[in-house]
T-cell receptor, first 115, second 114 residues
Framework: AQSVTQLDSQVPVFEEAPVELRCNYS??????LFWYVQYPNQGLQLLLKYLSGSTLVKGINGFEAEFNKSQTSFHLRKPSVHISDTAEYFCAVSELKTSYDKVIFGPGTSLSVIP | KAGVTQTPRYLIKTRGQQVTLSCSPI?????VSWYQQTPGQGLQFLFE???????NKGNFPGRFSGRQFSNSRSEMNVSTLELGDSALYLCASSPGGQSSYEQYFGPGTRLTVT
């Protein structure tokens, strides 16, 4: 069965430091992978996506993620965070076997950037 | 293009009442999905509509229902409201079809049940 795990519920990090938010998934078939960000009192915004091709994916706001099929992971990274990156981050997975747009979200990681 | 819009943004209802939330997808998008977001349960999938047909359904009681109109606009209805229905309800649209898993979210409707 498809599931998504985000190992850290909260990640505090100092401004200008690097950050990695971890995401692991379980699926018996090929998947599409996504990272979304949610700022307070707003909906979710797509940061980046992996559909196929290069396993290193670059997104908006300086974020990137690497797909590791053998470890079934899709960790999100940023080399230097800014105060404005404080938000909730969600990893999401969609299985290719389905014909429909069904996406499973992880529980989220709250990133707090400390000045 | 205009983004996904949801109305109303905030809503306060009492237990036992019913409520209808509205979602207008991005122009040209044919798929609309609904999610419930709470601090305890996170993001939970409610249902997805494509071309006026419900294609997927999450594990919610029958009090939660939805529909989609020919212009792709969607409504979600919750009957006999319970305190536990207090949540942020998010709508997401996507182009639809087999290879369009990218979803665009609206700002949500914050429902408070008292």
């Amino acid at each position: 069965a498809q599931s998504v795990t985000q190992l850290d519920s909260q990640v505090p990090v100092f401004e200008e430091a690097p950050v990695e938010l971890r995401c692991n998934y379980s699926s018996s078939v090929s998947v599409y992978l996504f990272w979304y960000v949610q700022y307070p009192n707003q909906g979710l915004q797509l940061l980046l996506k992996y559909l196929s091709g290069s396993t290193l994916v670059k997104g908006i706001n300086g974020f990137e993620a690497e797909f590791n099929k053998s470890q079934t992971s899709f960790h999100l990274r940023k080399p230097s965070v800014h105060i404005s990156d404080t938000a909730e981050y969600f990893c999401a997975v969609s299985e290719l076997k389905t014909s429909y747009d069904k996406v499973i979200f992880g529980p989220g990681t709250s990133l707090s950037v400390i000045p | 293009k205009a983004g996904v819009t949801q109305t109303p943004r905030y809503l306060i209802k009492t237990r036992g009442q019913q409520v209808t939330l509205s979602c207008s997808p991005i122009s040209g998008h044919r798929s609309v999905s609904w999610y419930q977001q709470t601090p305890g349960q996170g993001l939970q999938f409610l249902f997805e509509y494509f071309s006026e047909t419900q294609r997927n359904k999450g594990n919610f009681p029958g009090r939660f229902s939805g529909r989609q109109f020919s212009n792709s606009r969607s409504e979600m209805n919750v009957s006999t409201l319970e305190l536990g229905d207090s949540a942020l309800y998010l709508c997401a649209s996507s182009p639809g079809g087999q290879s369009s898993y990218e979803q665009y979210f609206g700002p949500g409707t914050r429902l408070t049940v008292t």
